[in-house]
Each structure stands twice: as C-alpha cells, then as structure tokens.
C-alpha cells in the first residue's frame, strides 16, 4: 500500500504569507489530512535539531504516535563542496549538522536522512554563458579551463565528505537517502555514480522524477529499475510547470503534480514494479502566487497538500486496479 508524508518545508513560512507552523503543528495539520507520515524539515523555524531538546523529541514520538503518523524522513540541505577559504572549513560543518541530524533521526525513529552532494537554488550556473563548462565556474578560469580538472576535485572532496557521513549514520542505525539534485550530481546517472563509488551500505538514493533528465516512460522505468528496491528509499512529489515566452522557457512555477510537466503515472508503476517500501513526500518549497499577483496564503498550502494526497491515493488504488 502507498505511503505519503508531509514534507513540512512547506510550513516554514518562506513562501506564504503568514507565520511559519511548529514542528507539533505540522504533525497535527499531517494526521488531520490523512498523511501516513511527516518529513521534518531540520532547519529554522521547523526543525533545527539543537532546537529541540530530548523532552521535546520525547515529546514528538508520542504526539505522531497518538495520532497514528510516523517520522518518514529528516529532511537536509547539504553543500559538500570546497569552501571558499581555507579558514571556513564549510564541509566539517555540514559533518556536525548531518550527524545531528543523525541523532535525531534515532530520537525520533525516523529511518532516513536525506542529503544533497552541493546545493544551488537555481539550476543555472552563473557563467553558464561565458563558456564555463560543467562546473568549472567553481574555481578561477584560466587557458586550461577545458581540463575541468577543479571538476573532478570537488566531485572527490565532496565524496570523502558523504562517505564519513555514511559511517556516522551506520552508528545512529539510519540511512541517507543522496537526492538527484545538482550540482554535483548534475543528474540521476551522477547519484547513482556518486552512491556506487562511495559504497557504503547506509547510503542509498532519494529518487525525484521532477530532477529525471527525461519524462520519457522508457527512460523513467530504465532509471527506476537500475537505482532498484535495495538503493531507491526517499522521494518526492512535487510539479514543476516551464514558463514560456517568446524567446523560450524563461522560467518554472511550482504546482500540483498532475498540473506539472513529469510523468507521475508511469513513475508510480515504475515504482510499483520494483517493490519500493518507502514514502511519497508531498513536498512544497516555491514561492506560490495566486490570480492577481497575490503572495499565497497559509490556506493555499492547506489545500495542496490534502488535494495531492487525495490523488496519489487515488492513483494508486487505480493502478492496483489495473485501471491504469
């Protein structure tokens, strides 16, 4: 049977106008929805793991108990990559927060950790027009910039850097689920990449068809059945809509997932077929604009989320019926 969560990035408050919800808030809103768990968004104002203190994580295992969810992932953002000096260590930072995420994840008998190899808000690289290629943009440009050779030093750096982190949550007894985001891991073959040099049997995939390099129903079930059960443990749903003008894409919004340009069907029974075990995250983490050029409220959050539970659900009972 298909389990959903609440991924409460969305009720952190950044993108709706209105005060951001507590992490027990979140629970409550996930359970009075029908979610069948929460994903904890481990940064301020949701869920920063040295704002909540043991009563309180003690606290939270019997609220979601009681009200029959359960804790479906801890939601990270990570940026393995090289700091910008040699004094600001950014990685041994991203190791403390990611072991503390770790520890929560114990607390709250929560089995995954996801994580990010880099993160960049937009998908663009700024110099992507000034002849950098792939990530070269990242070191100072020189004749030799074609070598990309600063490439292959933080895809290294960043490696090391996952791969103690995998060791930490073997000793939490969790998993990191790698998300196919970029940069880095510029695309899905890139994770899978990054997840089989790395090795390490508590890290695994979180797999997002809104990253997939393609909507094709060849290349989404070719890709689901080679991460497989073993590797893929964490996903989200979310819809991304291009916005078009004259000169082409010059943008996306963020909408329900049907209204978005993924495959979500074919995705689900590519999912189906390979036995996976974990959660859909219903995740919203865009700014949300209503008719009239009017910031959303707290109440359009509301009815994404319900609606898109609704509808996960009633796709799978259909697939389970052989309708689709």
Same mark, same amino acid.
């Given at each position: 049977?298909?389990?959903?969560?609440?991924?409460?990035?969305?009720?952190?408050?950044?993108?709706?106008?209105?005060?951001?919800?507590?992490?027990?808030?979140?629970?409550?809103?996930?359970?009075?929805?029908?979610?069948?768990?929460?994903?904890?968004?481990?940064?301020?104002?949701?869920?920063?793991?040295?704002?909540?203190?043991?009563?309180?994580? #003690?606290?939270?295992?019997? =609220? !979601?108990? +009681? @009200? $029959?969810?359960?804790?479906?992932? &801890?939601? /990270?953002?990570?940026?393995?990559?090289?700091?910008?000096?040699?004094?600001?260590?950014?990685?041994?930072?991203?190791?403390?927060?990611? #072991?503390?995420?770790?520890? =929560? !994840?114990? +607390? @709250? $008998?929560?089995?995954?950790?996801? &994580?990010? /190899?880099?993160?960049?808000?937009?998908?663009?690289?700024?110099?992507?027009?000034?002849?950098?290629?792939?990530?070269?943009?990242?070191?100072?440009?020189?004749?030799?910039? !074609?070598?990309?050779?600063?490439?292959?030093?933080?895809?290294?750096? /960043?490696?090391?850097?996952?791969?103690?982190?995998?060791?930490?949550?073997?000793?939490?007894?969790?998993?990191?689920?790698?998300?196919?985001?970029?940069?880095?891991?510029?695309?899905?073959?890139?994770?899978?990449?990054?997840?089989?040099?790395?090795?390490?049997?508590?890290?695994?995939?979180?797999?997002?068809?809104?990253?997939?390099?393609?909507?094709?129903?060849?290349?989404?079930?070719?890709?689901?059945?080679?991460?497989?059960?073993?590797?893929?443990?964490?996903?989200?749903?979310?819809?991304?809509?291009?916005?078009?003008?004259?000169?082409?894409?010059?943008?996306?919004?963020?909408?329900?997932?049907?209204?978005?340009?993924?495959?979500?069907?074919?995705?689900?029974?590519?999912?189906?077929?390979?036995?996976?075990?974990?959660?859909?995250?219903?995740?919203?983490?865009?700014?949300?604009?209503?008719?009239?050029?009017?910031?959303?409220?707290?109440?359009?959050?509301?009815?994404?989320?319900?609606?898109?539970?609704?509808?996960?659900?009633?796709?799978?009972?259909?697939?389970?019926?052989?309708?689709?």
């Amino acid at each position: 049977m298909v389990k959903v969560c609440l991924d409460t990035v969305g009720y952190a408050g950044y993108f709706y106008d209105g005060e951001p919800l507590t992490l027990e808030e979140c629970v409550t809103r996930a359970a009075k929805f029908g979610f069948d768990g929460v994903g904890v968004w481990a940064h301020r104002p949701i869920g920063f793991p040295m704002d909540i203190d043991k009563d309180r994580r #003690k606290q939270l295992v019997e =609220l !979601a108990a +009681d @009200l $029959g969810v359960k804790f479906a992932a &801890i939601e /990270a953002i990570t940026d393995f990559k090289r700091s910008d000096h040699v004094l600001t260590p950014r990685q041994e930072k991203e190791i403390l927060f990611v #072991k503390e995420c770790c520890q =929560l !994840a114990q +607390d @709250l $008998g929560c089995p995954i950790v996801r &994580i990010f /190899a880099g993160f960049i808000g937009y998908f663009r690289y700024v110099g992507s027009d000034l002849g950098y290629g792939n990530t070269s943009m990242w070191n100072t440009r020189t004749i030799e910039v !074609a070598k990309e050779e600063d490439v292959l030093i933080e895809w290294e750096f /960043a490696k090391a850097g996952i791969r103690e982190c995998a060791t930490i949550a073997a000793d939490y007894g969790v998993t990191l689920a790698l998300q196919n985001h970029p940069p880095l891991t510029n695309n899905t073959e890139e994770t899978i990449e990054m997840v089989e040099e790395i090795n390490h049997p508590n890290l695994k995939i979180g797999l997002d068809l809104p990253l997939f390099e393609s909507q094709d129903k060849e290349f989404i079930w070719e890709t689901v059945k080679r991460v497989g059960k073993e590797r893929m443990v964490d996903t989200h749903l979310i819809g991304i809509k291009p916005l078009r003008g004259p000169s082409g894409v010059y943008g996306f919004k963020e909408v329900v997932p049907w209204e978005g340009q993924e495959n979500w069907i074919e995705f689900f029974k590519a999912c189906n077929a390979i036995g996976y075990e974990g959660y859909f995250a219903h995740e919203q983490c865009s700014p949300v604009f209503l008719k009239g050029h009017k910031k959303a409220t707290i109440e359009e959050f509301d009815r994404r989320y319900k609606e898109t539970l609704e509808w996960v659900k009633k796709v799978f009972a259909d697939i389970d019926a052989g309708v689709l």
